[in-house]
């Protein structure tokens, strides 16, 4: 008996594993579980970092560039040196690292890692040849004025002049201090406590961050998030606009990780005139 022909499409299969190379070829989409956001006003750049420890940078359309951190690191920060094409990352394995955006692919040209002591803020002033880093252990534990709050400290806001600067707390309040009076705040205010039958305002959710600005007519903005009464059970997230008399609401889709204000400035002690507010969402970014 004649064994029947092979019918045309049966393929001979040679394929094996080693004929295959995984390549990514693109990146779509909002970053995954963003930690911060950072602006560069002179450059228009904007930069989120996440808890896998990528850092992307927007600008305008086109404008995508993504680079990662090796290792099981987050990124707690991120700081432009505004308008030099390079930024500062500071991640929760304490370690500082400088990058240089001049060229296509953005590297790291410089890294600082702190041995005995946690990362907790750093700051890097416009055109300034030094970067201050905040640890938990205080430096020398040398303090030029203490000023203490009796509600747990989330943010702090310093008024452009330097002698001024509001705090935002646990309990939903604001308070304002003047530099040379350490003993009490010059102001008290809960903005989104309602005063109860017993005269006392009613307990508010905290505030993670506050923004305190000025316009170049003397006009102020406090922008926060948070605050909002503890009674309402279910209330969506909210950014708080105050200018003026006039307070703005703004309901978020999302948890409000991080918020910043756009200026035309990069001085930090000149009026900021703000024309904007970026919002770091879980995810989404919102541009109001």
């Avoid at 000025?214 to 922008?223: D, L, P, Q």
Wanted: proline fraction near 6%; charge should be positive; include cysteine.
């Amino acid at each position: 008996v004649s064994t029947p022909a092979k019918a045309d499409w049966e393929i001979e299969e040679t394929l094996r594993s080693d004929h295959f190379q995984v390549a990514k070829t693109v990146r779509h989409g909002f970053p995954h579980q963003p930690t911060c956001v950072t602006f560069d006003p002179v450059q228009n750049l904007l930069a989120i970092g996440t808890r896998s420890g990528s850092v992307r940078i927007f600008g305008r359309p086109g404008v995508d560039c993504h680079m990662k951190h090796d290792g099981d690191v987050a990124v707690i920060q991120i700081m432009f040196l505004v308008n030099e094409g390079a930024m500062v990352t500071a991640c929760t394995d304490d370690q500082l690292h400088l990058w240089t955006l001049r060229q296509k692919k953005p590297e790291i040209v410089h890294s600082l890692k702190f041995q005995r002591e946690r990362i907790t803020c750093a700051h890097l002033p416009f055109r300034s040849k030094w970067l201050y880093v905040g640890t938990e252990r205080g430096k020398s534990k040398t303090a030029d004025m203490r000023y203490n709050c009796p509600e747990s400290l989330k943010s702090i806001s310093w008024h452009f002049e330097g002698k001024q600067f509001m705090c935002s707390h646990g309990d939903g309040s604001l308070t304002t201090w003047n530099t040379r009076i350490a003993q009490k705040p010059q102001a008290i205010m809960m903005p989104h406590a309602k005063i109860g039958k017993d005269s006392k305002p009613e307990p508010c959710k905290p505030i993670p961050k506050v923004q305190w600005l000025f316009t170049k007519n003397g006009e102020s903005y406090v922008i926060f998030s948070g605050g909002m009464p503890l009674d309402k059970a279910g209330r969506t997230p909210t950014l708080t606009v105050m200018h003026a008399k006039s307070t703005t609401v703004l309901e978020m889709e999302h948890h409000v990780v991080d918020f910043l204000t756009l200026t035309d400035s990069p001085w930090n002690n000149d009026f900021q005139d703000p024309f904007g507010i970026v919002v770091l969402l879980q995810n989404d970014l919102v541009v109001v």
